[in-house]
């Protein structure tokens, strides 16, 4: 079975029932994406698939097909930051940092969804489904908004490897 | 100062926003096994025999272990002070908790181990269970322990005591009593990242301990301990909590994982489920506070009793500390002449709990925060000026007649009015924390205050006039 994880083409060996978390972290050694629950309560393990954030615990990788699938590492590294990073880094929106790159995945689709800045509601509303025990979600909430806005827009050079995720709209 | 007020980036931030941050969860080892523990089913049993013959057969399995594997598997956080061990690392003839560990299996993979448990036979003989320590004392409560209901090792006690001035002749001249019961309850401290640990054997016979603990070198004592080893035999990797609260201040997962690594000789990890954080985690303790205030009609507060019994869960672990704080804290930020408080760590056949965020001290402070709020409602006062009034003050003196010497009740509360915009009558806004002299120093608080530049009251206080014993001593660290 053939999956695209970040842009890149990787043959599975697991069985399509398998949670595409568990492919991640222990076929690719994605480990970017956390368990948190495993049974789609926490969001630790958000990733986006074809854009749209889903539950890597919960997606069969069988159900993938020709899907891309986005994790952290295809939005920026340590020296290429993507806007959503920059902010989230920049305003302490990460305390134990176990749920983050949930956050900033579900944060990433948000903006690519609505285009420019978002609205404190919506940040809300696509929160819903993650849980954070340390920070109290304000500088998280923060942090969105202000990636939303621009302020930490500045693009990167264009890697043809990278998936087609619109992370660094020049700022409004 | 110059990091004071100052924007600092966080040394682990670009990690934590590209997923470059390992948790334990995150790491391997080559040839690396999965753990798995059968815990107890049952609330309260008699374990009348083990049988692990099916489980060790099963293709994968690579160790099974039980409480003969341990070298020493009974462990007491407080053993260094003197005080009995208390707690199997692996159930021995009883449980005494759902939940409480049996045996453990380390296999090629976690279904391999999950189904391996399945093959262990244990026979239980299920006993009566207690939950509320209110009936712990009741002639016909369960027994947990053959030494009683409570942990009975405070010095000379068998729970800890505040003893301050003359409570009863207090109670005496009040002119009313309130008194009022306050029951916090228990809460999982719920962490994203479930316990974990990745124990590596090294050829050298050093183990290799990778741990999400809130507490490194408490972790190392304990397993090393358990096993009976030199500190220096083990390196205990840590440092990166994904969140822990209290909860990861207990050794949870290294101990059991260093056993079937030395047992499989092969690096074991072991990753709690989110379910067993929820079911056998420790949680933050439930308490049983009784409070009563002897108080005058002018909002002086000239004595108070207090009974507090601290839900410990089947075992001490760090109970006995944690009710020490609260005994510690139990008048507030308030000066109380006279005092009785007893308090008790008493066992049911819950969950052991230990810390979370201000051990011991939250469930005091809601107590006597509400309860001086009720003390207002029942003498017709302002609940601020009640708290201004009794505030601590420079020379005042702790329950453990410790003197004061930087108290901040008072300009605290005068912050806080201002904030919520709380007007105050003169004498109250224009309030310090200077030592008491005129109408802020009635008879009632002249014999606590200690001489100035005093650090502590005599114990027996006679220099002073105060009739106290001081704090019960011993126990609980």
């Given at each position: 079975m053939e999956l695209t994880i970040n842009?890149?083409?990787?043959?599975?060996?697991?069985?399509?029932?398998?949670?595409?978390?568990?492919?991640?972290?222990?076929?690719?050694?994605?480990?970017?994406a956390k368990p948190g629950c495993e049974q789609g309560g926490c969001g630790a393990c958000t990733v986006l698939v074809d854009g749209a954030p889903r539950r890597a615990c919960l997606v069969a990788v069988g159900t993938l097909g020709d899907a891309e699938v986005t994790t952290v590492e295809g939005l920026g590294g340590a020296q290429s930051l993507a806007a959503i990073q920059k902010a989230f880094n920049d305003r302490y929106a990460a305390q134990c940092g176990y749920c983050t790159t949930g956050m900033v995945m579900a944060a990433q689709a948000l903006i690519d969804g609505t285009g420019g800045s978002v609205t404190r509601d919506q940040v809300l509303e696509a929160l819903s489904g993650h849980v954070c025990r340390c920070t109290g979600y304000v500088k998280i909430v923060d942090a969105i908004i202000a990636a939303s806005t621009g302020e930490y827009g500045v693009d990167l050079a264009a890697d043809p490897s990278q998936p087609k995720v619109e992370r660094n709209r020049a700022p409004a | 100062m110059k990091a004071v007020g100052a924007k600092l980036p966080r040394y682990d931030g670009i990690a934590h926003v590209t997923g470059r941050t390992n948790f334990v969860a995150d790491l391997t080892a080559?040839?690396?096994?999965?753990?798995?523990?059968?815990?107890?089913?049952?609330?309260?049993?008699?374990?009348?025999?083990?049988?692990?013959?099916?489980?060790?057969?099963?293709?994968?399995?690579?160790?099974?272990v039980t409480h003969t594997d341990v070298p020493k598997n009974v462990y007491g956080h407080l053993e260094a002070l003197g005080v009995p061990a208390d707690e199997p690392l692996l159930a021995e003839d009883v449980v005494r908790w759902k939940g409480q560990p049996i045996v453990a299996v380390a296999a090629e993979d976690v279904d391999t181990a999950m189904e391996a448990l399945e093959l262990i036979d244990v026979d239980y003989d299920e006993r009566p269970a207690l939950f509320d320590i209110r009936l712990a004392f009741e002639p016909d409560a369960p027994e947990i322990h053959h030494w009683g209901p409570v942990f009975p090792h405070f010095g000379p006690h068998n729970h800890r005591r505040v003893r301050k001035g003359d409570v009863e002749s207090a109670f005496e001249k009040a002119d009313s009593i309130v008194s009022g019961v306050y029951r916090p309850q228990a809460i999982e401290h719920c962490p994203l990242e479930t316990q974990a640990a990745l124990v590596i054997p090294e050829a050298d016979g050093r183990l290799t301990?990778?741990?999400?603990?809130?507490?490194?070198?408490?972790?190392?004592?304990?397993?090393?301990?358990?096993?009976?080893?030199?500190?220096?035999?083990?390196?205990?990797?840590?440092?990166?909590?994904?969140?822990?609260?209290?909860?990861?201040v207990d050794t949870a997962s290294e101990t059991i994982s260093a056993v079937l690594a030395l047992k499989a000789e092969r690096p074991v990890k072991w990753?709690?489920?989110?379910?067993?954080?929820?079911?056998?985690?420790?949680?933050?303790?439930?308490?049983?506070?009784?409070?009563?205030?002897?108080?005058?009609?002018?909002?002086?507060?000239?004595?108070?009793?207090?009974?507090?019994?601290?839900?410990?869960?089947?075992?001490?672990?760090?109970?006995?500390?944690?009710?020490?704080?609260?005994?510690?804290?139990?008048?507030?930020?308030?000066?109380?002449?006279?005092?009785?408080?007893?308090?008790?760590?008493?066992?049911?056949?819950?969950?052991?709990?230990?810390?979370?965020?201000?051990?011991?001290?939250?469930?005091?402070?809601?107590?006597?925060?509400?309860?001086?709020?009720?003390?207002?409602?029942?003498?017709?006062?302002d609940p601020w000026e009640i708290r201004l009034k009794n505030a601590n003050r420079i020379g005042?003196?702790?329950?453990?007649?410790?003197?004061?010497?930087?108290?901040?009740?008072?300009?605290?509360?005068?912050?806080?009015?201002?904030?919520?915009?709380?007007?105050?009558?003169?004498?109250y806004r224009t309030m310090n924390s200077e030592r008491r002299s005129g109408g802020l120093l009635p008879e009632?608080?002249?014999?606590?205050?200690?001489?100035?530049?005093?650090?502590v009251l005599d114990k027996a206080g006679a220099a002073h006039g105060s009739h106290g014993t001081g704090t019960g001593n011993g126990g609980g660290h």
């Amino acid at each position: 079975m053939e999956l695209t994880i970040n842009g890149v083409p990787r043959a599975t060996a697991s069985s399509p029932v398998t949670p595409l978390l568990t492919v991640l972290r222990e076929e690719f050694n994605i480990t970017s994406a956390k368990p948190g629950c495993e049974q789609g309560g926490c969001g630790a393990c958000t990733v986006l698939v074809d854009g749209a954030p889903r539950r890597a615990c919960l997606v069969a990788v069988g159900t993938l097909g020709d899907a891309e699938v986005t994790t952290v590492e295809g939005l920026g590294g340590a020296q290429s930051l993507a806007a959503i990073q920059k902010a989230f880094n920049d305003r302490y929106a990460a305390q134990c940092g176990y749920c983050t790159t949930g956050m900033v995945m579900a944060a990433q689709a948000l903006i690519d969804g609505t285009g420019g800045s978002v609205t404190r509601d919506q940040v809300l509303e696509a929160l819903s489904g993650h849980v954070c025990r340390c920070t109290g979600y304000v500088k998280i909430v923060d942090a969105i908004i202000a990636a939303s806005t621009g302020e930490y827009g500045v693009d990167l050079a264009a890697d043809p490897s990278q998936p087609k995720v619109e992370r660094n709209r020049a700022p409004a | 100062m110059k990091a004071v007020g100052a924007k600092l980036p966080r040394y682990d931030g670009i990690a934590h926003v590209t997923g470059r941050t390992n948790f334990v969860a995150d790491l391997t080892a080559p040839g690396m096994l999965q753990a798995r523990v059968l815990r107890s089913p049952h609330h309260h049993a008699t374990i009348r025999s083990v049988d692990t013959s099916r489980a060790e057969k099963l293709r994968g399995v690579r160790a099974v272990v039980t409480h003969t594997d341990v070298p020493k598997n009974v462990y007491g956080h407080l053993e260094a002070l003197g005080v009995p061990a208390d707690e199997p690392l692996l159930a021995e003839d009883v449980v005494r908790w759902k939940g409480q560990p049996i045996v453990a299996v380390a296999a090629e993979d976690v279904d391999t181990a999950m189904e391996a448990l399945e093959l262990i036979d244990v026979d239980y003989d299920e006993r009566p269970a207690l939950f509320d320590i209110r009936l712990a004392f009741e002639p016909d409560a369960p027994e947990i322990h053959h030494w009683g209901p409570v942990f009975p090792h405070f010095g000379p006690h068998n729970h800890r005591r505040v003893r301050k001035g003359d409570v009863e002749s207090a109670f005496e001249k009040a002119d009313s009593i309130v008194s009022g019961v306050y029951r916090p309850q228990a809460i999982e401290h719920c962490p994203l990242e479930t316990q974990a640990a990745l124990v590596i054997p090294e050829a050298d016979g050093r183990l290799t301990i990778h741990s999400c603990t809130q507490a490194m070198y408490f972790s190392l004592g304990v397993v090393a301990a358990h096993l009976g080893l030199a500190l220096n035999r083990i390196k205990l990797v840590g440092g990166t909590v994904g969140g822990g609260f209290g909860g990861k201040v207990d050794t949870a997962s290294e101990t059991i994982s260093a056993v079937l690594a030395l047992k499989a000789e092969r690096p074991v990890k072991w990753r709690w489920t989110r379910e067993e954080e929820f079911l056998a985690s420790s949680t933050r303790a439930p308490w049983h506070i009784e409070l009563e205030d002897a108080v005058t009609s002018d909002g002086w507060i000239l004595g108070r009793r207090m009974v507090t019994l601290h839900d410990s869960g089947a075992y001490s672990r760090f109970s006995p500390y944690g009710l020490t704080k609260h005994a510690f804290h139990h008048t507030g930020a308030y000066t109380i002449p006279n005092l009785k408080f007893d308090g008790f760590v008493v066992y049911t056949n819950r969950v052991p709990t230990t810390a979370m965020r201000g051990f011991g001290v939250t469930s005091v402070s809601m107590a006597v925060e509400t309860h001086i709020t009720r003390v207002a409602d029942v003498l017709g006062l302002d609940p601020w000026e009640i708290r201004l009034k009794n505030a601590n003050r420079i020379g005042d003196t702790t329950g453990n007649l410790v003197a004061m010497q930087d108290p901040s009740t008072v300009p605290v509360t005068l912050a806080t009015a201002e904030k919520v915009g709380k007007e105050l009558a003169a004498e109250y806004r224009t309030m310090n924390s200077e030592r008491r002299s005129g109408g802020l120093l009635p008879e009632h608080l002249v014999a606590q205050q200690a001489p100035e530049g005093a650090h502590v009251l005599d114990k027996a206080g006679a220099a002073h006039g105060s009739h106290g014993t001081g704090t019960g001593n011993g126990g609980g660290h």
